[in-house]
């Protein structure tokens, strides 16, 4: 069973950076696509980032977060990264990290996505 973990969410100001991690147990992570998205109070979950599997040759990004935040992944450490710049009081969210059952893409929908984790909370205040 694949299991994933969260780590890194916290309180910082406007225009500061944070780094997520998402540590992932079982399975096989170098064939796993892996995505994070994002909830905030009384909305649905949004996607934020896409990773293809192996390499991570191709990314995949909403448009409210392209050129400020960058996924990444480590597959010697079954570990995805979410580097997130320039925050905003509207990134605001908890944060979840996501994994495919098998390779296929970095796609932006819930769907494709099997394994969650219980996510961590980011806010940012003005």
């Known amino acids: 069973q694949v299991q994933l973990a969260e780590s890194g969410g916290g309180l910082v100001q406007a225009g500061e950076s944070l780094k997520l991690s998402c540590a992932a147990s079982?399975?096989?992570?170098?064939?796993?696509?892996m995505g994070w998205f994002r909830q905030a109070p009384g909305k649905e979950r949004e996607f934020v980032a896409a990773i293809s599997w192996s390499q991570g040759l191709v990314t995949n990004y909403a448009d409210s977060v392209k050129g400020r935040f960058t996924i990444s992944r480590e597959n010697a450490k079954y570990t995805a990264y979410l580097q997130m710049n320039s925050l905003k009081p509207d990134d605001t969210a908890a944060y979840y990290c996501?994994?495919?059952?098998?390779?296929?893409?970095?796609?932006?929908?819930?769907?494709?996505?099997?394994?969650w984790g219980q996510g961590t909370q980011v806010t940012v205040s003005t």
């Open positions: 996501a994994a495919s059952k098998s390779p296929g893409g970095a796609y932006r929908t819930l769907s494709h996505y099997v394994y």
């Open positions: 079982g399975g096989t992570f170098r064939t796993m696509d």
